[in-house]
């Protein structure tokens, strides 16, 4: 029996990557770190914990608790630690940066330096491996041609965006000064079950469904990869299992979209399944609002090395897992309801209210 640590297990990710690992590999005990921010959400799992409590423990903590974690590895002795943690939302990063600096650098750090520590301790076993799960954010934006690779250089635009970027440079670091097997992959946009309902698409979704306004930033040709979330969970259990420590792996699903395109699909896509004719059509309710400072304009992957080396391909087509996505978020209103908390209004207001159109980006506390 292998164990794998999964932190930052209770979010949209890790959650869909975890149900994915005990299935295919019915072997395997996963132990989730969390520390369960806002966008955490230990019920995601709830069914899991209780149908297979010897393959599934929760532990709620924080990856920057160098003391807990330390105790954890001690405990679990893991084949593997794969890092989804960190504060994920850009829009939340230009309002208030130092929480983003916190998880997805210091976070990170302490995290790498009990692992190492651990691996160290245990003479350097040559088969153990720490995933790092990062972004293609961290190479900025594209004109109208061309594609993120591996070797595309550096070049965040967010403080998000920066945090991963420092995060990838400390374990590629780990990796060439201390010999530590790490391995990073950098995914372009996800969507699925369990997204918070912070992300476009998730947000449009219930926006769509309660007959709110739909905000589209800027002109609303900004380009996104949009790749599906099982997709990426079967490129990252590919990496874990059969990818080369030092490496880095670029994943995305070759399905480049505009926002405002996507939102076009969302609101046809509700109206067939809620029967709104043409003359209460949704797409009415698209308001173009203020842009995303430095807002990068478009995304895109080429995922060439993992398709040659591992064999990864994406399996689902757009249309189709997005029409999937729709219908989760229709048949999940309790999972929806349970998120969407005191916390979850007070961002809404905050992003969408009257600070949005006075460009106003002062910090929040
Ligand atoms: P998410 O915001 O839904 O979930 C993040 C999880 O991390 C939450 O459960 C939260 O409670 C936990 N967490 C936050 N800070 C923590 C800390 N200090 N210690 C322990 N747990 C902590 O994020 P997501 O969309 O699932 O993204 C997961 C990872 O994948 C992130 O590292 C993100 O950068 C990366 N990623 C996301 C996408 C995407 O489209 N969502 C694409 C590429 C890469
Ligand atoms: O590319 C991978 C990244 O994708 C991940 O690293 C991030 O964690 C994830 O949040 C996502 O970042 P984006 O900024 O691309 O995702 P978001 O859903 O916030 O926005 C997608 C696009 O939609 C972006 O161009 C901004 C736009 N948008 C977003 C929101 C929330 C709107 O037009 N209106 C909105 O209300």
Redesign the pocket.
């Known amino acids: 029996m292998r164990t794998v640590i999964v932190?930052?297990g209770?979010?949209?990710?890790?959650t869909n990557f975890i149900r994915h690992l005990l299935e295919i590999r019915p072997q395997w005990r996963i132990v989730n770190?969390?520390?369960?921010?806002y966008?955490?959400n230990a019920a995601n799992l709830a069914d899991v914990a209780a149908r297979a409590p010897s393959r599934y423990r929760f532990v709620r903590?924080?990856?920057?608790d160098e003391a807990l974690v330390r105790t954890l590895l001690a405990e679990e002795t893991p084949w593997a630690v794969v890092n989804?943690?960190?504060?994920?939302?850009v829009d939340r990063s230009i309002v208030g940066p130092l929480a983003f600096v916190e998880?997805n650098v210091l976070?990170t750090a302490r995290l790498l330096l009990a692992c190492r520590r651990m691996w160290e301790e245990k003479g350097r076993p040559a088969d153990f491996r720490f995933l790092h799960?990062?972004?293609?954010e961290v190479f900025g934006s594209l004109g109208p041609a061309g594609h993120f690779t591996e070797t595309t250089a550096y070049d965040p635009s967010s403080p998000y965006s920066a945090s991963?970027a420092a995060s990838d440079h400390l374990v590629r670091a780990f990796q060439r000064t201390y010999g530590f097997p790490a391995l990073v992959t950098n995914?372009?946009?996800?969507y699925g079950p369990f997204?918070?309902p912070e992300?476009l698409i998730p947000l449009m979704i219930l926006n769509i469904i309660e007959e709110k306004e739909l905000p589209v930033y800027g002109d609303g040709r900004n380009v996104r990869d949009w790749l599906y979330v099982i997709d990426h969970c079967e490129a990252l259990a590919a990496v874990l299992e059969r990818g080369r420590p030092g490496e880095t792996y670029n994943i995305g699903g070759g399905a480049e979209r505009a926002n405002i395109d996507v939102v076009h699909q969302l609101c046809d896509l509700l109206d067939e399944r809620l029967q709104r004719g043409a003359e209460r059509s949704s797409r009415r309710l698209i308001r173009f609002v203020t842009d995303r400072p430095g807002h990068d304009r478009r995304y895109a992957i080429d995922a060439g090395k993992i398709q040659r080396e591992l064999g990864w391909r994406p399996r689902y087509a757009f249309a189709q897992a997005l029409a999937a996505t729709v219908d989760w978020y229709l048949n999940h209103g309790p999972w929806v309801d349970s998120v969407r908390s005191g916390e979850y209004r007070k961002w809404i207001d905050r992003n969408y209210g009257a600070a949005r159109d006075r460009a106003d980006t002062h910090e929040i506390d």
């Open positions: 932190t930052g209770a979010g949209f990710i890790g770190l969390d520390a369960l921010t966008a955490g903590g924080d990856i920057g989804f943690a960190a504060e994920s939302h998880t976070g799960v990062s972004t293609d991963k995914c372009s946009n996800n997204q918070f992300k």
